[in-house]
């Protein structure tokens, strides 16, 4: 099997506390990952800083933003193919702002926060929709809540089904019948991300078999 050499350009933060002090680091050896393995955090990472469409200007704040997200997501163990699934989420909500607002009624903003979260957020999991640790943790939670409810409702034939019907029931209004095979829009964000990777994958490998620096 070959494999290829990738530079990566921020250490996950899986290696950091859980808090709000995230701080961007370097890496300095260089990480050995075969082709045919799955997308890894620290490539999500960085297809999050680069390419979230929704994020105007990417700053350090948002970069820290990232690393928390990360971090949240990889205590979930979600499928390989979703990873990237809690990131792309705030991407798409909000380009990674935490004082973002929207779905205003008669002036007042009713979303507020990385996943435009509604009040009854604050009510049912006790948080501050601008708290990116608060909200992202509510968040995964009330996604795993549904996981469960759609695993009784719905006849999921793959885990990567049941997670994205969870997530659509999650973030949706109640619907008679459920959400069993509707999939949230970020998705398309997720699956652009994995596409990415590998394809720049396959350029670092084409590269260093033409004897070209991929670095």
């Known amino acids: 099997m070959n494999t290829l ?16 002090d995230y701080a961007s680091t370097k890496f300095v050896d260089p990480i050995e990952i075969s082709y045919e393995n799955s997308v890894t955090y620290d490539e999500i990472h960085d297809e999050a800083i680069f390419n979230c469409p929704w994020s105007k200007q990417m700053t350090e704040k948002k970069e820290k933003i990232v690393s928390l997200l990360i971090k949240i997501e990889m205590e979930q163990n979600l499928p390989s193919n979703l990873r990237g ?14 004082n973002a607002k929207g779905d205003y ?6 979303a507020l926060g990385l996943f435009q979260m509604w009040p009854w957020w604050e009510k ?45 029931t999650a973030i949706r209004a109640p619907k ?6 509707e999939t949230p829009l970020f998705y398309k964000v997720v699956k652009k991300w994995h ?19 991929g670095c």
């Open 195 to 213: 596409k990415n990777i590998k394809a720049a994958r396959l350029e670092n490998e084409r590269r260093f078999k033409d004897g070209i620096d």
């Open 5 to 20: 050499t990738i530079l990566s350009m921020t250490v996950l933060s899986a290696f950091m506390p859980l808090n709000r």
């Open 105 to 110: 009624r008669k002036g007042k903003p009713m």
């Open 85 to 98: 699934m809690l990131v792309a989420a705030a991407c798409h909500e909000s380009g990674f702002e935490v």
């Open 124 to 168: 049912a999991y006790k948080i501050d929709r601008k708290d990116p640790e608060q909200s992202a943790v509510a968040y995964i939670k009330h996604i795993k809540k549904m996981y469960a409810k759609v695993g009784r409702q719905c006849n999921s034939k793959t885990l990567t089904r049941k997670w994205l019907a969870a997530w659509a």
């Open 176 to 181: 008679k019948g459920g959400r069993c095979n």
